[in-house]
């Protein structure tokens, strides 16, 4: 039976529990680093992110067969802890900075940024080289009689520079950047903040489960960012165009000769709905228009038709018929013939929140900025 050394009666923590943990971990910023470096060789944005992820991977590599995690009894306010939140808190505290701004600015701030934290740990390594002893203490009555020592006061020193760092955490999306920046970044800063603060009292007392805890929950905020950075990219992805098609419909034999070859006969099946809605816009552009409509009209059923719209890149039918509002929409914003967003409803959206929402993830502009850009060019 392995022995438990921390935890809870719910969460026994051994050091093989510790290992797994912090290994899985590690792998999940291997994978985030090496998709933002793949990112980076289009976006130079995504360079300083993919160098983090990879930073933290190495770290917590190095921390995983390291069995004091578990066993260890660092006390309070342990240099190693100290010098980590540090470290820990420099590093998240630049995350925001590496999404809207471009890499080459990114640099040399950085290393500005970093100068104190550099200079600190470089005082706190050439105090211990001079033969200084490094105190443990595990109680407050026993730290008050070395308030005033050399490397008591250098912990303190981290933890104040770690302070700052973290406050940095929540201004920074606010005062470092000057581009529109997408909302899940603030939220995002604001939870790796709380994280940071949660860190730091698990660096001052020690607790085995909490830093497990620590790191789990940094990791999903990772791969949190990762994800909405792949969803940002995604929205930046061409989309299949609605095209003309030949003048008349494929009539049923062509479509039945067409049956052996699957992919033929989707691309029959999707010409059909093609030549429906290119010469029945008056049809889709009611709101009351739905998937149900369409098949009832073209007698393509509903398995047939999700079936033909994939294979041509659309990802369901309801974003199909969206796809021709959208396109509809443009047209009659570029013509003049629509000003304001509530005329926006009339290419066949039920409400305004459903036009701006398709209209962003179909086009990566915003319907108000979109609109705004032509009315300032009349």
């Known amino acids: 039976m392995p022995q438990v050394c921390g935890g809870c009666a719910f969460f026994p923590m051994t050091p093989q529990t510790a290992t797994l943990v912090v290994s899985i971990c590690a792998t999940a910023h291997y994978v985030i680093a090496m998709v933002m470096a793949l990112y980076a060789r289009h976006r130079v944005k995504y360079l300083a992110l993919a160098w983090i992820m990879g930073i933290f991977g190495a770290i917590l590599t190095a921390l995983a067969p390291y069995e004091n995690i578990v066993t260890g009894r660092p006390g309070m306010l342990h240099p190693m802890m100290m010098l980590s939140l540090v470290v820990v808190s420099y590093l998240q505290s630049i995350y925001p900075l590496s999404i809207p701004m471009p890499g080459y600015l990114q640099w040399g701030r950085m290393w500005k940024y970093a100068l104190p934290a550099i200079v600190l740990i470089i005082i706190y390594l050439v105090n211990l080289l001079l033969g200084a002893r490094i105190l443990i203490v595990h109680s407050l009555g026993e730290l008050r009689p070395h308030l005033l020592a050399v490397d008591l006061l250098l912990r303190m020193s981290a933890m104040a520079l770690s302070c700052w760092y973290i406050l940095n955490i929540f201004r920074l999306p606010h005062r470092l950047t000057h581009v529109p920046m997408p909302r899940y970044l603030y939220g995002y800063s604001i939870a790796?903040?709380?994280?940071?603060?949660?860190?730091?009292?698990?660096?001052?007392?020690?607790?085995?489960?909490?830093?497990?805890?620590?790191?789990?929950?940094?990791?999903?905020?990772?791969?949190?960012?990762?994800?909405?950075?792949?969803?940002?990219?995604?929205?930046?992805?061409?989309?299949?165009?609605?095209?003309?098609?030949?003048?008349?419909?494929?009539?049923?034999?062509?479509?039945?000769?067409?049956?052996?070859?699957?992919?033929?006969?989707?691309?029959?099946?999707?010409?059909?709905?093609?030549?429906?809605?290119?010469?029945?816009?008056?049809?889709?552009?009611?709101?009351?228009?739905?998937?149900?409509?369409?098949?009832?009209?073209?007698?393509?059923?509903?398995?047939?038709?999700?079936?033909?719209?994939?294979?041509?890149?659309?990802?369901?039918?309801?974003?199909?018929?969206?796809?021709?509002?959208?396109?509809?929409?443009?047209?009659?914003?570029?013509?003049?013939?629509?000003?304001?967003?509530?005329?926006?409803?009339?290419?066949?959206?039920?409400?305004?929140?459903?036009?701006?929402?398709?209209?962003?993830?179909e086009t990566g502009w915003k319907l108000d900025d979109y609109l705004e850009n032509y009315r300032a060019s009349k």
């Open 192 to 361: 790796v903040g709380l994280s940071v603060i949660f860190y730091m009292l698990v660096a001052v007392a020690y607790s085995p489960l909490y830093i497990i805890i620590y790191i789990g929950v940094f990791t999903v905020l990772n791969l949190y960012l990762c994800f909405r950075t792949l969803e940002s990219m995604a929205l930046e992805l061409p989309k299949p165009e609605v095209e003309q098609v030949v003048p008349d419909a494929p009539t049923e034999e062509e479509i039945r000769k067409a049956e052996e070859d699957f992919n033929e006969t989707n691309l029959r099946l999707f010409q059909r709905l093609q030549y429906w809605m290119q010469h029945n816009t008056e049809v889709w552009t009611d709101n009351t228009f739905v998937r149900d409509r369409l098949v009832e009209a073209t007698g393509i059923n509903r398995h047939l038709m999700l079936q033909a719209v994939r294979s041509q890149g659309h990802n369901n039918v309801h974003e199909y018929i969206n796809s021709y509002r959208i396109a509809e929409l443009k047209r009659r914003i570029k013509r003049g013939s629509i000003t304001t967003l509530a005329e926006c409803q009339d290419v066949g959206f039920g409400t305004i929140k459903t036009a701006r929402s398709c209209f962003l993830k």
